[in-house]
């Protein structure tokens, strides 16, 4: 199964929101050297992050901020506010009605459709942004990517 990118750029920009506030200004040029996108990318997500009510992003050089805590933000959340179609995950082709294959393909699969997109809603919404966070953390004591240079950043604070 293949999604884009956005969810995961979505959870990379909340993660950075979260670490680097109170440090430096979480700009689109700063959280765009974190994800290595372009600034464009990071503006359209935050903009879906922000109408799905989980950052507020200040006009101008401002930043983003998380709007909720992050132990009240799941992955479904995320997910959904930056993936299109989640009602229906698996797009179904057009079969043809006169193959007995075809005819019967719906009857086959629909119900473990259904069900593949409940197990992964359930999933997503057993995780939230403070389970990440402290994963995060973990990683950053094993002294694993500690150095973050950016040129923006010493400008931003």
């Not at 933000?73 to 007995?100: G, R, S, Y």
């Not at 919404?125 to 240079?149: A, H, P």
Request: hydrophobic share 40%; with cysteine; glycine share 8%.
């Amino acid at each position: 199964m293949h999604f884009s990118s956005r969810f995961t750029i979505a959870v990379h920009i909340l993660l950075a929101v979260n670490e680097f506030e109170g440090q430096f200004k979480t700009t689109s040029n700063f959280l765009g050297s974190s994800v290595n996108v372009n600034p464009v990318i990071i503006r359209k997500t935050l903009g879906q992050l922000k109408d799905a009510g989980l950052v507020t992003v200040e006009a101008g050089v401002g930043g983003a901020s998380l709007a909720k805590e992050p132990k009240k933000i799941t992955l479904w959340d995320i997910f959904c506010a930056v993936e299109d179609k989640k009602e229906d995950l698996f797009h179904f082709h057009d079969p043809n009605p006169d193959c007995p294959v075809g005819g019967n393909i719906h009857a086959v699969m629909d119900g473990r459709l259904r069900k593949f997109k409940r197990n992964l809603q359930k999933d997503l919404d057993d995780v939230t942004l403070q389970d990440l966070v402290k994963d995060l953390r973990k990683e950053l004591k094993k002294g694993r990517k500690l150095g973050f240079v950016q040129a923006d950043a010493e400008t931003s604070a």
